[in-house]
Structures are given as structure tokens and as C-alpha cells.
């Protein structure tokens, strides 16, 4: 790095991505540095920088040495999982500086030697308690996903048994009886149970009374007759649709047809209606959000019908480095991988990672958000004009 780079860094501030120390701290404050660094987005640590008033101190030749035997010491013993570092030291005005680089860590969550576990909050930090955020922590390092996790007090009397049979029949060309295994071995074999209990996926695809374990992982739909949302303007609006996957996605789909206007297709009275936007744009992106969507988020899935516009609102950010740009090219990483499974033969669903592309080109009209602040990721489909 150069030292302009660096002066550039240090008139900027503290940030996320950037901490200074004038000296290098005691090793457990040290080591939390970097296990919060590990397990958010990397980062630099500058030592040599006063961290409040932004002025050099530069080191000795023989702090530099100690420096770098404490770094390595600290990376290895007191940072578990243990990470690698990069350290380089920069002469800036005259003051000998060392670089350290962090890099985002691929086996979340590290911890300190004590066990706790650190991201960073802006140019600070903050120790992580919540069950969701270490469970999200480990999906990002793919050391579990959200839909392999067990639902406690499910048992296969929780099975509609008659729609497993039909998926069974779609997926296999075969009946169930014909397969000759039992029901629990079979939703073992495709991850919808373990130890005798549903796992999510299959309470999701299968279950019959889903509503009563996780009722926060359905669809709310609203339509307002306006640009925002306020008071009075409700026309329509559901509370979280019960059912199976299916039936939440019927359910969802039935709300945005009876909500939009319908264009006809021809010149003459008994000419055929369409909607005002085609109805594949919402059998895409209905189903991307409820295959997709971060499960280790709390939520529903959210559609806002305005009268410029329909807003389709899904927990959860892109997962790791996935970007606009990637979807959009047909680039996808598996978040739900026994979901995505199991929805071929389920929902209108291809697997394929072309389902945001299809949308797009049915309906150019579309702009998705990821808000990594908001944990959301959106997509604002606008109205034509009539």
C-alpha cells in the first residue's frame, strides 16, 4: 500500500473496514479486533495512528519486529478458528506504520479465546448473543443452512400425507406405495426429517398445520389505493396466508390478480383479458422470494399493490458475494438448498438461476434493491400508466 493510500485512509476516519491504534493493544482486545473483522467484511488495521486524533506515531525498528511476532501470535492462539493475516510496514512522513489486512473469514463465526464471538457496528464493535445472528453467521460459511434446521414437536402425523404422495409420484414417476420405504424413511432420505421430527423444508412443503410452528414464514400482502401507505387507503389486504408453500403461493398469486387491472387482448367485447403486467413476472419473483428468502430472519414475506407500483419485500440480504449484477446474469448461490430440491416438483420453479432473468424480460420495468442495513432484499415493479 501506498503512503498516500494510507493518508487518504487516516483523513477519512475509523470506519467499518478501517481501525487505527497508535500502539498495539493487550492481546484478548487485540484478538476481538480481529474476530469481529473475520466475521463481517475484512478490514485494515493501521498501527501507528493515534485512533482519535488521526496523528502519526511512528514505530521503532524493534516494535516493528515485536509487532509482528505478537500479530502472528495472537492469530494463531487466541482467534479461533485461526486466520491468516498480511502485514506490511509503510513509511508515511516519516513514520514507519504497519498495515495489517484481514480478511473476510470463510469459517464464521471466529471467536476469542474466551468463546465470544465479535462483528463489527460501524468503527466499533459489538459482541453477538442472538441465536439468529450466529445461525446466520454459520449459513454464511455453509456450515448450516436454514432449512436442514430440526422444528421442534413435529412428528410425520404432521404430513399431508396425500400431497406428499403426489410430490412423491412427480418426483420419482413412481407412487409411494410402489417405492416400498416408510414415511419417515423416505423423508429422511430427502432431508425433510431428522430424528423423527420435521426439519423446516418439510414443514414448509408438507406440513399441515404450518401456521402453529412458524407462522412469521408466510406471505402478507397489501393494496392501497395510493403512492404510500397511510391511514385510509387500505383496499385490500390479507394477514399472513396459512397453509403449505403451495397454498401460500396460490394464495399470494389470487391477491395480485384481483389487485391489478386487466388489459384486453384484442379489439373486440368478448376479447380475452391479461393482467396489466404480465402474470409470469409475479410467478418468478413470488417464488424466488419463498424459496430464496433468509429463513433465519423472523419475518414474512412482504407485497405492497400501489397504484404506481408493486413492491415485493424478502428477509434477508444477497447471500455472501452475490450481487445485482450476478442475478441478473444468472448467477445464484443456494441459501435453501433442500428447499430449492424440493420446489422443482412443488412450484413453478426451474432451478435453473434464470428466474430473475425471465422476469426481466417479460417486464423490463423492474428494479431490485439489496439493503444489507435492512437485511432485505426487494424488487419494485412499476405500473404502466393507463
Not at 470506519?15 to 473475520?38: I, N, W, Y
Not at 424459496?291 to 434477508?316: A, C, M, N, Q, W
Request: glycine share 6%.
Amino acid at each position: 500500500m501506498k503512503a498516500l493510500e494510507i493518508l487518504d485512509l487516516i483523513s477519512k476516519g475509523e470506519s467499518c473496514t478501517v481501525q487505527f491504534k497508535e500502539r498495539l493493544p493487550h492481546q484478548d482486545s487485540l484478538a476481538q479486533e480481529m474476530v469481529a473483522f473475520s466475521n463481517t467484511e475484512g478490514g485494515l488495521l493501521i498501527i501507528g495512528v493515534n485512533d482519535k486524533t488521526g496523528s502519526l506515531n511512528g514505530l521503532s525498528f524493534d516494535e516493528i519486529q515485536t509487532i509482528n511476532r505478537q500479530l502472528v501470535k495472537v492469530t494463531s492462539q487466541s482467534v479461533f478458528p485461526s486466520i491468516t493475516i498480511t502485514t506490511e510496514t509503510v513509511n508515511v512522513e516519516g513514520n514507519n506504520l504497519i498495515v495489517v489486512g484481514i480478511k473476510e473469514g470463510f469459517s464464521k463465526p471466529y471467536k476469542d479465546r474466551l468463546g465470544s464471538i465479535y462483528m463489527k457496528n460501524g468503527s466499533d464493535k459489538r459482541r453477538v448473543t442472538s441465536n439468529d445472528e450466529i445461525s446466520r453467521l454459520l449459513q454464511s460459511s455453509k456450515a448450516m443452512f436454514a432449512d436442514e434446521m430440526i422444528i421442534q414437536g413435529t412428528t410425520t402425523a404432521d404430513v399431508n400425507l396425500e400431497y406428499y404422495k403426489v410430490f412423491i409420484q412427480k418426483k420419482y414417476n413412481k407412487t409411494f406405495d410402489d417405492l416400498g420405504i416408510e414415511l419417515r424413511q423416505t423423508l429422511e432420505n430427502l432431508n425433510l426429517m431428522n430424528e423423527g421430527q420435521l426439519t423446516l423444508a418439510g414443514l414448509l412443503f408438507f406440513c399441515n398445520n404450518r401456521q402453529k410452528y412458524r407462522p412469521q414464514f408466510s406471505i402478507q400482502c397489501v393494496s392501497v389505493d395510493s403512492t404510500t401507505i397511510t391511514g385510509n387507503t387500505f383496499t385490500d389486504n390479507e394477514a399472513p396466508f396459512e397453509g403449505t408453500m403451495k397454498e401460500v403461493f396460490d394464495k399470494t398469486i389470487s391477491f395480485i390478480g384481483r389487485n391489478l387491472k386487466k388489459i384486453p387482448t384484442g379489439e373486440t367485447f368478448n376479447s380475452h383479458t391479461a393482467w396489466e403486467i404480465p402474470y409470469e413476472v409475479f410467478e418468478e419473483l413470488i417464488v424466488n422470494s419463498l424459496v430464496h428468502r433468509d429463513y433465519f430472519i423472523s419475518s414474512t414475506i412482504k407485497v405492497f399493490i400501489f397504484t404506481d407500483r408493486v413492491e415485493i419485500l424478502s428477509p434477508g440480504k444477497l447471500p455472501n458475494s452475490l450481487t445485482i449484477n450476478n442475478i441478473l446474469s444468472g448467477i445464484s448461490i443456494a441459501r435453501n438448498p433442500i428447499l430449492q430440491n424440493i420446489a422443482q416438483h412443488t412450484l413453478p420453479y426451474k432451478g435453473l438461476g434464470t428466474g430473475i432473468m425471465r422476469a426481466v424480460s417479460l417486464y423490463p420495468c423492474i428494479t431490485f434493491i439489496n439493503d444489507p442495513d435492512k437485511e432485505q432484499f426487494s424488487a419494485v415493479i412499476k405500473r404502466k400508466k393507463t
